[in-house]
């Protein structure tokens, strides 16, 4: 087959096998799932997951990090795609899958290195870790939370708006 064209940078608003694999390579995830189905914890953003006893409360831990601009990665970045990702709801390509975020009750920071997840009712550990919180890939709050989803949509080649959208009155169209 012909090369395909990637389109969108934002993993959130991908329509194509390409699209999410190029969006991959620029984030790094919170939790690196190897072959095995495992957690490999030195390729994870997040160095450890405490669960409760009754599984319901799931305490993560993250590494040092920063962006490429020199700002912290922190919990608020995470907490950023989980509400990024309640905001997009049934259009985020993986809404519900690992109960994300439909079996999740409260999400909380707890410093900058660590955050919380509450579900609703308990959940397999296992599952929810490796389809759930792995959907959690930290992305930064600071550059991209000052768009709304639409112009998230807008702007999915053109993260800069180099190219910006014109104002309504000087489209062209009917």
Not at 70 to 94: C, F, H, R
Not at 152 to 172: E, F, K, L, N, V
Request: hydrophobic letters at 35%; aromatic letters at 12%; charged letters at 15%.
């Amino acid at each position: 087959t012909p090369p395909a064209s990637v389109t969108s940078l934002n993993p959130f608003v991908v329509t194509s096998a390409y699209d999410a694999e190029a969006a991959s390579l620029l984030y790094y995830g919170l939790l690196w799932v190897n072959r095995a189905h495992k957690i490999d914890w030195s390729r994870s953003l997040a160095t450890k997951i405490n669960v409760s006893n009754n599984d319901t409360t799931f305490t993560v831990t993250m590494k040092p990090w920063t962006w490429s601009d020199g700002v912290p990665v922190t919990s608020k970045d995470v907490q950023y795609t989980y509400q990024l990702i309640k905001k997009l709801g049934v259009t985020y390509n993986a809404y519900g899958s690992g109960g994300m975020p439909t079996a999740v009750k409260a999400f909380k920071t707890l410093g900058p290195e660590q955050f919380q997840v509450v579900t609703k009712h308990p959940v397999n550990p296992d599952w929810f870790e490796l389809v759930g919180l792995n959907q959690l890939t930290p992305y930064p709050a600071h550059e991209w939370g000052k768009y709304s989803v639409n112009q998230m949509w807008r702007r999915q080649s053109d993260p800069d708006g180099s190219r910006g959208t014109p104002p309504a009155a000087c489209r062209r169209g009917p």
